[in-house]
């Protein structure tokens, strides 16, 4: 009996991501069969499909790297979980085998895959991309600890480690932004300063823990983080939309004598920025995150009982829900700058299971 799954696909990059019946593979070394629940829709994957970070060998390819599910099934040589287990799949290593690719059959020729994929009903994972979680996280909240939250949160806890009265900008308030944004809230941060283009984002932003909120289509947002701090500038900025020039403010809003800029939003390859060296020589630092610098396997559960204890509520930073057959719709509001963090819901339209 031949098993099968369905998946979004990316065929060809700057086209719709097709939703194909995938053939699952057998289980190898390492490798965990992952009933997904839901996966977060995230940038990254966005510029996976225009095509932003140079050609793609790897075509065609299953897509996602943050969701929660269920294990169904391990495969030899697998410790970290079992199933019945309620996991985290995130695209940052942890302990456990690392297995980099698998590849699925289908009608039209092998569909290839990373370690994790997300947009996709039963998924082969790598046993070290998986985090297990407690049984009663509820799983809805648990997609988000795959990346935005790691990312986000790790800014604030692990690259910047912004304490009480501390002030903090953060540039773009998508799913990284808005978790940077709770996370500085938890930190009880004096002054946290959401800047977007988008109102809606905006008041979301203010849900969450903005003190304040700029909006850049209207106002300058130098001028009013420099109106906002007595013309010092914040103690930290994060820069999360992926836009060159935004990361240019981005420095230039912190403090000199040692505030700190982030860089965590990823633009299409080959944007460069313009710093003038008199920023840094006045003591303006700024440097690049890679995951929040998140360690998966302590990270994702801490921030999991921090949910759980109602320190960091979740839900709320979830903005949009979508089924796996509205995947380009989804792709299509992250592209308009309208989604905070969207979910894809696999319970929504599933043909799961068949064989």
Same mark, same amino acid.
């Given at each position: 009996?031949?098993?099968?799954?369905?998946?979004?696909?990316?065929?060809?990059?700057?086209?719709?991501?097709q939703?194909?019946?995938?053939?699952?593979?057998?289980?190898?070394?390492?490798?965990?069969?992952?009933?997904?629940?839901?996966?977060?829709?995230?940038?990254?994957?966005?510029?996976?499909?225009?095509?932003n970070?140079?050609?793609d %060998?790897?075509l065609?390819?299953?897509?996602g790297?943050?969701g929660?599910?269920?294990?169904?099934?391990? #495969?030899?040589?697998?410790?970290?979980?079992?199933?019945?287990?309620?996991?985290?799949? *995130?695209?940052?290593k942890?302990d456990?085998?690392?297995?980099?690719?698998?590849?699925?059959?289908?009608? +039209?020729g092998?569909?290839?895959? #990373?370690?994790v994929? *997300?947009?996709?009903r039963?998924?082969?994972?790598?046993?070290n991309?998986?985090?297990?979680?407690?049984?009663?996280?509820?799983?809805?909240?648990?997609a988000?600890?795959?990346?935005? $939250?790691? /990312?986000?949160?790790? $800014?604030?806890?692990? /690259?910047?480690?912004?304490?009480?009265?501390?002030?903090?900008?953060?540039?773009?308030?998508?799913?990284?932004?808005?978790?940077?944004?709770?996370?500085?809230?938890?930190?009880?941060?004096d002054?946290?300063?959401?800047?977007?283009?988008c109102?809606d984002?905006?008041?979301?932003?203010?849900?969450?823990?903005? /003190?304040?909120t700029i909006?850049?289509?209207?106002?300058?947002?130098?001028e009013? $983080?420099?109106?906002?701090?007595?013309?010092?500038?914040?103690?930290?900025?994060?820069?999360? +939309?992926?836009?060159?020039?935004?990361?240019?403010?981005?420095?230039?809003?912190?403090?000199? #004598?040692?505030?700190?800029?982030?860089?965590?939003g990823?633009?299409?390859?080959?944007?460069?920025?313009?710093?003038?060296?008199?920023?840094?020589?006045?003591g %303006?630092?700024?440097? #690049?995150?890679?995951g929040?610098?998140?360690?998966?396997?302590r990270?994702?559960l801490?921030? +999991?009982?921090?949910?759980?204890?109602?320190?960091?509520?979740?839900?709320?930073?979830i903005?949009?829900?979508?089924?796996?057959?509205?995947?380009?719709q989804?792709?299509?509001?992250?592209?308009?700058?309208k989604?905070?963090?969207?979910?894809?819901?696999?319970?929504?339209?599933? *043909?799961?299971g068949?064989?």
């Amino acid at each position: 009996m031949t098993e099968r799954t369905e998946a979004a696909v990316l065929v060809e990059t700057g086209k719709p991501l097709q939703l194909m019946k995938l053939v699952l593979p057998d289980l190898g070394n390492g490798q965990v069969l992952v009933d997904i629940a839901y996966s977060g829709v995230c940038h990254s994957q966005l510029n996976e499909i225009q095509g932003n970070r140079g050609p793609d %060998r790897f075509l065609p390819h299953t897509l996602g790297h943050e969701g929660s599910g269920t294990v169904l099934e391990v #495969g030899p040589g697998v410790t970290k979980v079992v199933p019945g287990d309620r996991v985290v799949v *995130t695209w940052l290593k942890g302990d456990g085998a690392d297995v980099p690719s698998t590849q699925y059959g289908s009608e +039209a020729g092998p569909v290839n895959s #990373g370690a994790v994929s *997300t947009f996709i009903r039963r998924a082969v994972i790598s046993e070290n991309r998986l985090v297990p979680i407690p049984q009663h996280m509820p799983l809805r909240e648990a997609a988000l600890l795959g990346c935005a $939250i790691p /990312t986000g949160g790790g $800014i604030v806890l692990n /690259t910047m480690k912004v304490d009480a009265g501390d002030s903090v900008a953060v540039f773009g308030v998508g799913g990284i932004g808005l978790s940077a944004v709770l996370t500085a809230s938890m930190c009880k941060a004096d002054k946290i300063i959401a800047i977007d283009i988008c109102g809606d984002k905006l008041a979301h932003a203010g849900k969450m823990g903005a /003190t304040h909120t700029i909006d850049a289509s209207t106002e300058g947002p130098l001028e009013k $983080i420099l109106q906002l701090t007595d013309g010092k500038g914040v103690d930290f900025a994060i820069e999360a +939309a992926g836009i060159t020039e935004v990361m240019e403010t981005a420095l230039k809003s912190v403090r000199t #004598g040692g505030g700190l800029c982030v860089l965590a939003g990823n633009p299409a390859m080959g944007k460069t920025i313009a710093i003038d060296p008199f920023d840094l020589i006045q003591g %303006r630092n700024i440097k #690049g995150s890679w995951g929040g610098e998140s360690d998966s396997d302590r990270d994702i559960l801490r921030y +999991a009982q921090w949910h759980l204890t109602g320190n960091m509520p979740l839900s709320g930073l979830i903005t949009h829900e979508y089924s796996l057959d509205q995947i380009n719709q989804a792709f299509a509001d992250l592209e308009s700058g309208k989604l905070g963090r969207g979910i894809v819901d696999m319970s929504l339209g599933a *043909t799961n299971g068949e064989t």
